[in-house]
């Protein structure tokens, strides 16, 4: 997986979990890396700062049930074709 269940509860500041909230987690961090194979293509490099900030940004609005903001979106779509034109150039 591009990013772990810590990485996201630094990103999100979450210091306690229980196993609700880790399921959460989880659960949006396979949704993250499905949607991210399917926008870049399955592979992605995970180890690529820019794909671990794309799926903490997925798994953020995922995991609070919020709206990503128009400006969000624009840099989603934005690192997103930055990573599919490269795989296509490798």
Do not use: C, F, H
């Amino acid at each position: 997986m591009v990013v772990t269940i810590d990485d996201v509860k630094d990103y999100l500041g979450i210091d306690y979990a229980d196993d609700m909230v880790n399921n959460n987690i989880e659960r949006a961090i396979k949704t993250a890396d499905a949607y991210l194979k399917g926008s870049i293509g399955s592979e992605y490099p995970v180890d690529d700062p820019r794909a671990k900030e794309l799926a903490l940004i997925i798994v953020s609005a995922l995991y609070d049930n919020s709206a990503i903001s128009g400006n969000t979106r624009i840099l989603v779509d934005d690192l997103s074709l930055q990573l599919r034109l490269e795989l296509r150039r490798g």
